[in-house]
């Protein structure tokens, strides 16, 4: 158990440092960063499925998708650190384990928002904090329903 928890630990530093780490980026390198990612995206896509697309394309797909890319990538993050405390606080069998793992991810959330108001070109958001906080929802409804079927499966086993 103590091995668990020191690795899930290990696990949410790494996402929240991952977190905090885009969040202290300006706002002018944080859209070079998507734009980057986005180029990427388009050049694998385009070269898997063999397709020539002009730059004029190319930079209208860039800008269309560089928004959900950005979008994606935060998903990601929060529904990751949503999972790992979600997981480590259950190794403490916490009564309200999924309130207070939302909780913790919740004051995250705010605490980055909060981080973001001293990084030039970027703002705190109310709305930010409610979707990422969502978005840890969503990674601890994923495991508890891995749960779920984890235990209707063993329950199975054993009839």
Do not use: P, W
Not at 103 to 121: P, R
Request: aromatic share 14%; charged share 20%.
């Amino acid at each position: 158990m103590k091995t668990k928890r020191i690795v899930l630990g290990v696990l949410i530093i790494i996402i929240a440092s991952v977190i905090f780490f885009f969040s202290s980026q300006n706002g002018e390198n944080s859209s070079k960063v998507s734009n980057t990612v986005t180029v990427k995206v388009i050049d694998t896509y385009t070269s898997i499925k063999k397709e020539n697309i002009s730059l004029e394309k190319k930079n209208q797909l860039i800008e269309n998708m560089s928004f959900y890319i950005r979008k994606l990538a935060h998903f990601s993050m929060y529904f990751l650190l949503g999972i790992f405390i979600y997981l480590f606080v259950e190794t403490y069998n916490i009564k309200h384990s999924l309130i207070f793992s939302l909780l913790c991810t919740n004051v995250y959330a705010i605490s980055d928002e909060f981080h973001q108001l001293f990084s030039f070109g970027r703002s705190a958001e109310i709305r930010d904090v409610l979707l990422d906080t969502l978005e840890a929802l969503c990674g601890i409804l994923f495991i508890k329903g891995i749960e779920y079927i984890i235990f209707k499966l063993k329950k199975i086993k054993t009839q």
